[in-house]
């Protein structure tokens, strides 16, 4: 499934909350030299166990990423972890 994100890099930690628009992904690693993409995908394929690649946004903040999985399996694992965290 295709999935958007908003990527905020030079977060404290690797977390994922939810906004109004859509879903937020802090991580750890500065937005160069490719990292901040690097820890997105290493990050998030960690989190649902899944194979994710980057789509689009390569050199933005707004990311779109295909997940493999359902709708339902993805948006279930990334709305349980970001209550989990309390984001």
């Known amino acids: 499934m295709k999935l958007s994100v908003r990527v905020v890099p030079n977060a404290k930690a690797f977390r994922i909350g ?10 750890k ?11 997105l995908l290493k990050g998030l394929r960690k989190l649902l166990g899944r194979e994710v690649r980057l789509v689009s946004g390569a050199k933005a ?19 349980e972890e970001s209550a989990g965290k309390g984001a």
């Open 29 to 39: 690693e500065k937005a160069e030299d490719n990292k901040a993409n690097l820890a």
């Open 18 to 27: 939810q906004s109004e628009n859509g879903w937020k992904v802090y991580v």
């Open 61 to 79: 903040r707004n990311k779109v990423l295909e997940v493999e999985g359902t709708e339902e399996e993805v948006l279930g694992a990334l709305r």
